[in-house]
C-alpha cells in the first residue's frame, strides 16, 4: 500500500510503531491528548485536566501525521480558556513536531513545523494549520526554541518593543515578569537597542539571572519593602517605556513613576488571570493626562504576516549571543498540567516547555 513518503520511520522516538516500508502490518497510532475536563474556577487543579487516547486513522492524500518533540506551556491558555474552548476540549497550544508520515509534498518526513494542535502527542494534520520551521536551522541550537525565544514569545518582545513602544536608544524601560519567556527578551532586545534596562521578577534567583544577561537593575518585586520605592531607586528620574506583563496592583503603582509623555505596552495581566473576583484598581486617567501617557494593548498575532521577518532577526541575535535564551524543561507528556501549574506559579525560569 502506499503509505506516504518513503522512508516513514518504523520505530519512533516515542516508540510507537507506525507503518513503513519493512513493516507491512498496519498498527493504528494512538494519540495521547490532555483535554480540559472542567473550566477552571480560580487557579488550575489537577483534575480540571484529563487525560485521554484517541486512535488516529490511516492518512488521507494531502495530510501528514506529526510527532510531538517540544510542546508549549503559556499564560494565555488560562484566560483564553474561557474565552475559547469548552468543556471536553483538547487544551489549546502550540507544538514543534517531526512530520513521521507524509502525504504532503510540502511537509517531507523527518522535517520540523511548529503546529496548534494543542496538548497531544500525534496528530494528523492537512498542512493547514501548521508551519515549517526557520529554513536552515542550526544543529546546535535547540528547536525548542521556536516555542520561545525565537517562536510567539519572542516575536511579542520584538512587536511589542518596536511597533507599540518605539524604543530608541536611552530609553529608561522597566519589565515585569521579566525572567519569563517574553520578559528576558524583551529587556534583552531593549538592551540591544541601547535602553536602559530595569526588570523585576518573582526569586533572588531569577533576579541574579537577569544582572548576568546584561539588565542594568533588577530587583525581586516579592521581597522590596515598597514597590514605589525600588521603582524609585533603579530610576530616579522615572521610565520613558513600560512593557507591563502582570498588570494588578504592580501597574497601579508604575503609571506614577512614567515620565511625561512616557509609553505603556499593555501585553499581559498574569496577575489577574486566575482572579475569581475581577481586581478593582485605581483609576489611570488622572496621571494618563497629566504625564500625557500613551498606552496601548496588543496582541502578537496582529504581526503574523510579519512572522518570517522577526524569526529571522531573533535567530540573528542569538547566532550572535546577543539574545540569550533560557528554558524551563519538563519531561513527560504526562507532566504537561503541572508545566502549565508551575509556569502561572512562577516555578519556571525563562521559557516553559515540556519535553516528549
Ligand atoms: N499580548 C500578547 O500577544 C502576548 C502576551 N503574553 C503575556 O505576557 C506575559 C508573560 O508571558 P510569558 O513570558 O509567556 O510567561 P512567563 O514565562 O513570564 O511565565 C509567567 C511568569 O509570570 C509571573 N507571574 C505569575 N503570576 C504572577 C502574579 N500574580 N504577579 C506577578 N507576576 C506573576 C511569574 O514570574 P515571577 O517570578 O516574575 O512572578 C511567572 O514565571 C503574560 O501576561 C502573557 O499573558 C505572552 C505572549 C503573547
Ligand atoms: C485578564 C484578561 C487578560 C486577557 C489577555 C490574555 C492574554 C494575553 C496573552 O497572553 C495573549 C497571547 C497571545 C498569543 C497569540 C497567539 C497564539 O500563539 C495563541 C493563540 C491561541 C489559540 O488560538 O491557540
Not at 526569586?203 to 521603582?231: I, P
Not at 486566575?274 to 500613551?294: C, H, S, T
Amino acid at each position: 500500500r502506499e503509505c506516504g513518503q518513503a522512508g516513514a520511520d518504523a520505530e519512533s522516538p516515542t516508540g510507537v510503531r507506525i507503518w513503513g516500508e519493512k513493516d507491512y502490518t498496519l498498527k493504528m497510532v494512538v494519540a495521547k491528548l490532555w483535554t480540559l475536563r472542567k473550566h477552571f474556577e480560580g487557579f488550575p487543579k489537577k483534575d480540571d485536566f484529563e487525560l485521554k487516547e484517541e486512535e488516529l486513522p490511516e492518512l488521507k492524500d494531502g495530510e501528514v501525521l506529526l510527532e510531538a518533540v517540544f510542546l508549549s506551556v503559556d499564560p494565555y491558555m488560562r484566560p483564553y480558556s474561557k474565552k475559547i474552548m469548552k468543556e471536553g476540549d483538547i487544551m489549546i497550544g502550540t507544538q514543534i513536531a517531526r512530520v513521521s508520515a507524509s502525504n504532503n509534498s510540502k511537509f517531507p518526513v523527518g522535517c520540523y513545523v511548529v503546529s496548534s494542535s494543542g496538548w497531544r502527542t500525534h496528530t494528523i494534520s492537512d498542512g493547514k494549520k501548521i508551519e515549517l520551521m526557520l529554513a536552515d536551522w542550526p544543529e546546535n541550537i535547540s528547536r525548542s526554541l521556536g516555542l520561545g525565544t525565537v517562536g510567539m514569545p519572542g516575536c511579542t518582545a520584538y512587536f511589542g518593543l518596536l511597533e507599540i513602544l518605539q524604543i530608541k536608544p536611552g530609553d529608561v524601560l522597566l519589565v515585569n515578569a521579566a525572567a519569563g519567556a517574553v520578559g528576558m527578551s524583551v529587556g534583552q532586545i531593549a538592551k540591544i537597542k541601547g535602553c536602559k534596562v530595569i526588570g523585576c521578577a518573582g526569586t533572588d534567583e531569577k533576579v541574579a539571572l537577569l544582572k548576568q544577561m546584561g539588565f542594568d537593575e533588577a530587583f525581586n518585586y516579592k521581597t522590596v519593602k515598597s514597590l514605589d520605592s525600588a521603582l524609585k531607586q533603579a530610576s530616579p528620574d522615572g521610565y520613558d517605556c513600560y512593557f507591563d506583563n502582570v498588570g494588578g496592583e504592580f501597574s497601579n503603582v508604575v503609571i506614577n513613576q512614567m515620565k511625561q509623555y512616557g509609553r505603556i505596552a499593555v501585553c499581559g495581566a498574569i496577575s489577574g488571570y486566575n482572579d475569581v473576583e475581577p481586581q478593582k484598581g485605581a483609576y489611570i486617567q488622572a496621571p494618563m493626562i497629566f504625564k500625557q501617557l500613551r498606552m496601548q494593548g496588543f496582541v502578537v498575532s496582529t504581526w503574523n504576516n510579519r512572522r518570517e521577518e522577526s524569526e529571522k532577526a531573533l535567530m540573528a541575535w542569538v547566532k550572535e549571543g546577543k539574545l540569550k535564551s533560557k528554558e524551563h524543561i519538563t519531561t513527560g507528556f504526562e507532566k504537561m498540567p503541572d508545566a502549565f501549574m508551575g509556569m502561572l506559579k512562577g516555578e519556571n525560569i525563562g521559557k516553559a516547555v515540556v519535553k516528549i
